[in-house]
């Protein structure tokens, strides 16, 4: 059973940081791309950024990019979020993602 926990979210204010962790368990993690998603109150959720198996590879949606900085330890089976210039859009639920298995979700507020 595929188990991913979320962890690193919290209250901050505008221009702070935040680093996410996703822990994996129960899976051959350094083999699959992995993603963060987010979902604010009334939206859709949306792809943040995803990484490839060796960490090689990444994309970043266009709101966050030169912000938000995705990487992953295959090790560990950890794969991180640093999330740096925080704006009060940014305010959401991050989800962690591998193929159709999600995580809890951590939640990250942003305001003053």
């Known amino acids: 059973q595929v188990q991913l926990v979320e962890s690193g979210g919290g209250l901050v204010q505008p221009g702070g940081s935040l680093r996410l962790s996703c822990a994996a368990s129960?899976?051959?993690?350094?083999?699959?791309?992995m993603g963060w998603f987010r979902q604010a109150a009334g939206r859709q959720r949306e792809l943040v950024s995803t990484?490839?198996?060796?960490?090689?590879?990444?994309n970043y949606a266009d709101s966050v990019k030169g912000r938000f900085t995705i990487s992953r330890d295959n090790a560990k089976k950890t794969m991180y979020l640093q999330m740096n210039n925080l704006k009060p859009e940014d305010t959401a639920v991050y989800y962690c993602?591998?193929?159709?298995?999600w995580g809890q979700g951590t939640q990250v507020t942003v305001s003053s």
């Open positions: 129960g899976t051959r993690f350094s083999i699959y791309t």
């Open positions: 990484i490839s198996p060796s960490g090689g590879n990444t």
């Open positions: 993602n591998q193929r159709m298995n």
